[in-house]
C-alpha cells in the first residue's frame, strides 16, 4: 500500500485547481505549490477514512455520497456540505447527458449503417468480421489485390510479353519473383542449373 508521501496529485490538475481560485496578479511559488498538494493529499486521505469509518457504522463496505457529506459534517466542515451537494447533482447531470448523447451517436450511425446496407451500399458481402474487405472481380474469381478469392492463394498473373523473362520464355505464365530477380545474374544462374 502506497504513503502519503507516495500520492499527490497531477502537477497540471493541482495548478488548474489553485490558478482557478487565485486572482490573475497572485503568482505562487514552487515551494507552496508543493504545500498546498501535500496538504490536499492529507485532506484527502483523511477525508476518504472519515466516509470508510460513516460506510462501515452502516453496516456497508462501498462509500456512498451520503458517507462523504457525514465525513465533512465529523471534521467541523459541515459548511461544505451544500455546495458539495449541488456540484455533486451538477456533476452527475453532466455525466448523465454524455451518456445519453453517445447513445444517441451509436443509434445514428448504426441506423445509417442498416441504411447504406440495405441500399448496398458501404460493406461488401464478404465483410463478415467487420473488416473492410476487398471487391471481389466475379469474372476472374480473383479480388482486386491479387488473391485467388476462392484459394486465398496469391493469383499468378498471365502474361503475352515473353521478353520480360527471357529465363522462363517456354512457360505463359510469370512469377513475381522471376521479374524481380531479371537483373540478378547470380539468381539466373542458380534457376538454370
Known sequence: ???LEDLDFPKAVLMRMIKSSLPDTIAIQKEARSAVSKSATVFVSYLAAAANDCARVDGRKTI??????????AVGLAEFV????????????????KKE??????????????TDDERGEGVGEADVDGTNAEPV???????????N????????E??????????????????????MDIDDPDAKRQRTE
Open 64 to 73: 456512498m455520497p451520503n458517507d462523504v457529506y457525514r465525513a465533512l459534517e
Open 149 to 156: 478469392a476462392e484459394t486465398a492463394e496469391p493469383a499468378v
Open 101 to 114: 448523447a453517445a447513445a444517441k451517436d451509436k443509434a445514428e450511425k448504426e441506423e445509417e449503417t442498416e
Open 82 to 97: 451544500p455546495a458539495l451537494v449541488v456540484q455533486l447533482e451538477k456533476h452527475s447531470v453532466l455525466v448523465k447527458e
Open 158 to 179: 498471365p502474361t503475352t510479353d515473353l521478353i520480360t523473362n527471357p529465363i522462363n520464355a517456354s512457360t505463359t505464365e510469370t512469377h513475381e519473383t522471376d521479374a
Open 1 to 3: 500500500m502506497a504513503t
Open 137 to 147: 472481380d466475379e469474372a476472374n474469381a480473383e479480388t482486386v489485390n491479387g488473391t
